[in-house]
């Protein structure tokens, strides 16, 4: 890998940090306001409706320009939506400005890697990119966790002699603006890389014609077929399987917040792990038979409603984030292959985020629904590790079936 691949990884880092440390700052800020418990599962269904909406268009943009210049845009957006949040705008609304950002990152922040690196080393440079990604998530729930904490905020402010005018939370915002502003710096030196598939028309209609036909070559492809649907699946839990972790540590470990979120990074360390285990031992021709790993990732889940013991909880959930690491970074590389072939990189990455991003918003609905209707936590998490082994078995043997 040459200076160009890590300067890409840095800024992914970075703007990845910020956006896991924002989530905990801005579901502090709900808990300042008095917000109901179900608006914290609703928050991260503001922040992916945009990456729904935003879909058809946010890969063509992506194909039509250089990505590093998408990335600082997209970087600048997250920054306004910081700014909203800091002076007042409805937390919810304003973490829906931060999603607009990050719907037009992803496809390129992927989609580069397909144009600046030859097929062989996208495995590799997957687990790369899957474990900066899980370092800055693992770094911002720390991060986050240590931001909330009122004596430290307090300390640094009186420092400052603002004590007492800036909330907890609005500090710790103050934080995650500096970061995206470095992320945007580090944008600025993205290598520049041929623009890949670049639309004829710039007409909407021929916009949602064009992504619509990627979305049905996507789902039509065999090999694309099985790594979308395992990526919309994996993204989807994971988003849920956060929250879950913070309602279940502060139940049944008693823990606080910022002793929550940090509890959550441990399911992060897991799934960088297994993302390295991937990328050493798992290559693109034979990344689907890591499909039966998922299944025994929604059984491990499953054993959680077993453990009271934090030492426990820690093993059990580095080991639920390992399994899912070493699954995903093969299924993220076989897709981004097969979207290059098909499509273009901005393209196929936008069809994903369009997919897992429902899902995303579907299952945290569907823990909204259960957390506003009075299910205990233990109840939650069977149904949703159920959920995972089951969705896994059916996409693997569906997988056998058309292969045969």
Not at 15 to 38: C, R, V
Not at 66 to 79: E, L
Not at 347 to 361: M, T, Y
């Amino acid at each position: 890998m040459n200076l160009g691949f890590y300067i890409i990884l840095t800024a992914q880092f970075l703007s990845a940090l910020a956006d896991n440390a924002l989530l905990f700052a801005a579901i502090a800020m709900l808990k300042e306001l008095s917000a109901p418990d179900w608006h914290i599962p609703v928050l991260q269904q503001f922040f992916v409706v945009s990456y729904i909406l935003l879909a058809p268009f946010v890969g063509a943009f992506a194909d039509a320009i250089p990505k590093g210049r998408v990335m600082f845009i997209s970087n600048s957006i997250k920054f306004v939506g910081c700014l909203a949040m800091l002076f007042g705008v409805q937390p919810l609304y304003a973490y829906g400005i931060v999603g607009l950002g990050a719907a037009a990152y992803s496809p390129a922040k992927y989609g580069i890697l397909t144009e600046y690196l030859p097929p062989k080393k996208l495995v590799v440079a997957n687990s790369w990119m899957e474990g900066a990604t899980v370092a800055a998530i693992v770094l911002g729930a720390i991060i986050g966790g240590i931001l909330l904490n009122p004596a430290l905020s307090s300390s640094l402010l009186a420092g400052w002699q603002l004590d007492g005018s800036i909330s907890v939370s609005r500090f710790a915002i103050i934080v995650v603006t500096l970061l995206y502003i470095s992320a945007a710096v580090f944008n600025l030196f993205i290598p520049r890389v041929a623009i890949d598939h670049k639309l004829p028309k710039k007409n909407p209609l021929y916009v949602l014609h064009d992504f619509w036909h990627s979305f049905i070559l996507l789902w039509r492809d065999p090999q694309g077929q099985i790594s979308l649907a395992v990526t919309t699946l994996f993204w989807g839990a994971g988003a849920t399987l956060r929250l879950v972790v913070l309602t279940w540590a502060g139940l049944i470990l008693k823990f606080d917040l910022e002793k929550a979120t940090q509890l959550t990074a441990v399911v992060a360390v897991g799934i960088a792990v297994g993302a390295i285990v991937a990328g050493k031992f798992v290559t693109l021709e034979k990344s689907v038979k890591v499909l039966p790993t998922g299944i025994l990732m929604g059984l491990t889940v499953i054993s959680m409603i077993f453990v009271h013991d934090w030492r426990i909880a820690v093993a059990l959930l580095f080991l639920i984030g390992a399994l899912g690491g070493f699954f995903v970074v093969p299924m993220n590389a076989l897709l981004q292959h097969r979207g290059h072939l098909l499509m273009g990189a901005g393209h196929s990455i936008a069809v994903q985020n369009f997919n897992e991003n429902i899902s995303i918003l579907l299952l945290l609905g569907g823990y909204a629904m259960m957390v506003k209707a009075g299910l205990h936590i233990n109840t939650i998490t069977i149904i949703f590790g159920a959920f995972v082994s089951l969705s896994m078995w059916l996409i693997h043997y569906r997988y056998q079936r058309v292969t045969a």
